[in-house]
């Protein structure tokens, strides 16, 4: 089973996650922040990843140390869970469109890690939660997981579709990327041998 477990605790945040890339899309989520609760339980089930995530954090403060750290362990989580990355596609990608949004997302599990943020959020906030610390989040993931993710707004003036959608289209970009091809599952997906 390709899964991992991430603890991880610093001065700010007090994070546990468990992966299971092979899963149902299950997810148990309690970040002290509700609006990502919600984008991470559309990544579970959108992705098909069976998520864990449990995390304490300063929330008084604001929500960026709780919103940047569980993107870093969540990227953790993901290289381990691939190892030596043999058998997977590797590349996958996705259009998703949610009402007059459409968002495209494509990844790269390269071993080399870069974000192209291409989202344009008219609003700071989406109730409680800053729409800036959504870029936060996925730098922190790429750096983690060693790939390369880009995701582009084509349309949209909708905040919370804007954010939902790139949620939901970077899930199953991930989900393609990782699944295994099977006429190549002794294979590592490069011609350096090594990802």
């Not at 939660?129 to 060693?146: I, K, M």
Request: with cysteine; net charge negative.
């Amino acid at each position: 089973m390709r899964s991992a477990e991430i603890k991880r605790t610093t001065a700010e945040t007090d994070i546990y996650i468990s992966l299971n890339l092979d899963g149902s899309g299950k997810s148990e989520i309690n970040s002290g922040v509700g609006f990502l609760d919600h984008m991470l339980t559309l990544f579970a089930s959108h992705g098909r990843f069976d998520l864990i995530v449990k995390c304490k954090g300063d929330t008084y403060v604001d929500f960026h140390h709780t919103t940047e750290d569980i993107g870093i362990s969540l990227g953790k989580a993901f290289y381990d869970a691939l190892g030596d990355k043999k058998g997977i596609h590797r590349y996958g990608d996705c259009f998703l469109p949610m009402d007059e949004t459409l968002i495209l997302s494509a990844v790269d599990f390269s071993g080399r890690d870069f974000l192209e943020f291409g989202l344009k959020i008219p609003t700071q906030k989406v109730g409680e939660f800053d729409t800036e610390l959504v870029e936060e989040f996925w730098l922190g993931f790429v750096r983690q997981a060693q790939c390369s993710l880009h995701i582009r707004q084509l349309s949209g003036k909708n905040s919370h579709h804007i954010i939902e959608g790139a949620f939901k289209s970077v899930a199953r970009s991930l989900r393609m990327a990782v699944s295994i091809d099977e006429d190549f599952a002794n294979e590592i997906p490069s011609t350096k041998g090594v990802l």
